[in-house]
């Protein structure tokens, strides 16, 4: 697709560089509302066919096409030079292997764009606003804590799942229970009442805490963000060109300190809601700057110093 397609705003009429500016901006964020929206229908697709097929053998599964598998088998495979544990398949490595790329060009940019879960979660974000139901506000000092919440299920899924050699985070995993549609085509309250349980609590909670299961419990948006921290492409802030109206923070859908960070934590899901809300052009961008550049532009900075002084 050329530029021109995309923003075709550009080409109709003569815009300043402002109003070009913002056109852009909306046309991206109307790209990351349809990639969103696309990944959920396919993965609904996906588990319809799954679930009316006369063999279920034959058709993929959720299971199968989930990234985070890759990391669930990752022992098995390693251990046993290239069994996967059940459920998994040479699919779930491609989609890992693709994700890690993913993740190392634009860091959590799958959240934003991609994730189904996501998605229902800002569906739920959006019904509360359509409610006119009041946000429940996490304070930092809690908000930071509960972050860690993602590594610690990340690392009992990877621990449970290398003891007992099967998914064993695919029984309560609410992306899976919803969007596997289990429930729809083998409802089974006796052996699945506390997915169903879980999914209930995750969604509720995020009716009123914007992205609570992405924030504080997900243990691939833990990975995520921590591959994060290595990515090429990573939201910027200008402390020159930003006038510290904090206008940039209440959009955050993951309630990051965008106004007073220079560099975005690998927490950023990439959805631009940020630089959408901000006045000052330039003030918050995406930049090809990973932050172990900074690194060794301050290492090379201090070398040049030294020599200088000598
Ligand atoms: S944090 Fe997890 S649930 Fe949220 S968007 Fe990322 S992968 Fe999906
Ligand atoms: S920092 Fe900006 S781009 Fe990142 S998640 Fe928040 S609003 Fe979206």
Known sequence: ???????????????TPAAARKS?????????????LGFA???????VV?????DEATTASIDALCPFGALETSWKFISTGGQFISKTHVSNVVLGLGLLIGVLIAGGAFCGWVCPFGAVQ?????????????????????????????????????????????????????????FGLGWLFEFNLATSWFAYAVVIVVLGVSLFVERAWCR??????????????F???????????????????TPCPVKLPVATANTISS????????????????????????????????????????????
Not at 24 to 36: A, H, P
């Open 216 to 229: 504080y419990a997900c243990p691939l948006g833990g990975a995520i963000s921590l591959l994060g921290n």
């Open 41 to 47: 229908a396919f993965i609904l697709y996906t588990s």
């Open 267 to 310: 927490d950023c899901i990439g959805c631009l809601a940020c630089v959408q809300a901000c006045p000052r052009p330039g003030a918050l961008e995406l930049k090809l700057a990973p932050t172990w550049f900074d690194g060794i532009r301050k290492i090379l900075t201090k070398q040049a110093e030294v020599s200088h002084a000598r």
């Open 1 to 15: 697709m050329t530029t021109k397609n995309l923003f075709p705003d550009l080409k109709s009429k003569s815009l």
């Open 50 to 54: 799954h679930g009316t097929a006369a």
């Open 122 to 178: 800002d569906l739920m974000n959006w019904i509360r606003r359509k409610l006119h139901v009041r946000e429940i506000q996490v304070s930092p000092r809690v908000d930071r804590i509960l972050r860690y919440g993602r590594f610690v299920v990340l690392g009992m899924v990877l621990y449970q799942t290398i003891s007992t050699v099967k998914l064993w985070f695919a029984d309560w995993d609410p992306y899976r229970t919803l």
């Open 24 to 36: 852009r901006i909306n046309w991206t964020d109307r790209v990351r509302r349809l990639s969103k």
């Open 231 to 249: 990515s090429l492409l990573r939201m910027r802030r200008s402390g020159d060109a930003c006038k510290g109206c904090n206008v940039c923070q």
